[in-house]
């Protein structure tokens, strides 16, 4: 089992920014990824971000040139720093990791962060 624990969340002013955290234990292989969803009211749950162990991202194109994904593999912690955050960033971010092997490993999911963009 892993557990994922998020933290950085809050209100912020349109343009501001922001910085999420998401702490992994438990078991956990050496070879993982983890990435960040957002899901807004209404909408559909969206890849921001996410990042293998190996250091390859991957980013949603509404986000791609203003957050940046990063991690510390000593620590199991990925981040997202969130720049110039707009109105249409207001969601429920989640954290996502999942162990990569031979055969298929569960996903595993924090319980969400909100952040809110507004003036």
């Known amino acids: 089992q892993v557990q994922l624990v998020e933290s950085g969340g809050g209100l912020v002013q349109p343009g501001g920014s922001l910085r999420l955290s998401c702490a992994a234990s438990?078991?956990?292989?050496?070879?993982?990824?983890m990435g960040w969803y957002r899901q807004a009211p209404g909408k559909q749950r969206e890849l921001v971000a996410s990042?293998?162990?190996?250091?390859?991202?991957n980013y949603g194109d509404s986000v791609k040139d203003r957050f940046t994904i990063s991690r510390d593999n000593a620590k199991n912690t990925v981040y997202l720093q969130m720049n110039s955050l707009k109105p249409e960033d207001t969601a429920v971010y989640y954290c996502?990791?999942?162990?990569?092997?031979?055969?298929?490993?569960?996903?595993?999911w924090g319980q969400g962060t909100q952040v809110t963009v507004s003036s």
């Open positions: 990042i293998t162990s190996g250091g390859s991202t």
């Open positions: 438990g078991s956990i292989f050496s070879r993982n990824t």
């Open positions: 996502k990791f999942r162990n990569i092997d031979s055969v298929r490993t569960p996903d595993y």
